[in-house]
């Protein structure tokens, strides 16, 4: 069984770190849904930290359709990453029907290759995840992190369990959003998913999120048990 914790700033991947996570996925903004983290940060984490770092590349909160001066911002952001030693890519591309952009995708794969690429939750904005499921394996991304169309993981259970068992093995389904030590254990066994992306975070006393180190603890005490 996989973990990846979603680590919004060096100090939520140094708690993660402590509390035994090997795989994170990196980036800024967390709660705008999730930005390209700065380079340094990057560097700290998969150099100074010694972790498997997946990096968001998006370049802005809203849609996910871009146009061609994002497009190519976010292609120097994977070249860039490639050089800093990521472990994985994290991008999502819809058409502005809400469909899966499958060309951009599929560029993007190309551009991150032999680096591996998750297909974010803009998976969860597909009207139709089945087709949706389809698209993203045919542009030859990895894994999709989605949490079955649902606000959160647990909600959305049972479309996650469909699509596991409609990939295959194909391509990795990764459950994410409200996943939390006290719920881990019955999403993988209801779901049958072989990776979990949790935040693990709590609110500090001046008003931001962070990673908690204890919460990491408890959640990979939950799976190894």
Excluded at 83 to 106: K, N, Q, W, Y
Excluded at 120 to 128: G, K, N, S, V
Excluded at 190 to 217: I, N, P, W
Aim: net charge negative.
């Amino acid at each position: 069984m996989e973990v990846e914790i979603c680590c919004g700033s060096i100090q939520s991947a140094v708690n993660a770190k402590a509390a035994g996570a090997t795989r994170i996925e990196l980036c800024q903004n967390l709660n705008e849904g999730g930005t390209t983290p700065s380079y340094a940060t990057i560097k700290q984490c998969v150099e100074g930290l010694g972790l498997k770092v997946f990096v968001l590349v998006r370049p802005r909160p809203g849609d996910f359709t871009y146009n061609e001066v994002e497009i190519e911002n976010m292609l120097e952001d994977v070249r860039i990453c490639k050089e800093l030693g990521v472990a994985g890519i994290v991008v999502g591309f819809l058409t502005s029907d809400g469909h899966v952009d499958v060309p951009l995708t599929r560029r993007f794969v190309q551009a991150a290759a032999p680096v591996p690429v998750t297909f974010h939750r803009a998976f969860d904005r597909c009207a139709d995840q089945t087709s949706a499921l389809e698209d993203v394996i045919v542009c030859g991304c990895k894994r999709i992190l989605t949490s079955g169309g649902k606000p959160t993981a647990p909600e959305g259970q049972d479309r996650l369990k469909e699509l596991v068992q409609r990939a295959g093995g194909r391509i990795t389904i990764l459950a994410g959003s409200g996943v939390r030590p006290d719920n881990v254990r019955a999403l993988i066994e209801h779901t049958g998913v072989t990776e979990v992306h949790g935040s693990c975070k709590v609110r500090l006393a001046d008003g931001y999120d962070e990673t908690d180190e204890s919460e990491v603890r408890e959640m990979l005490r939950e799976i190894r048990n």
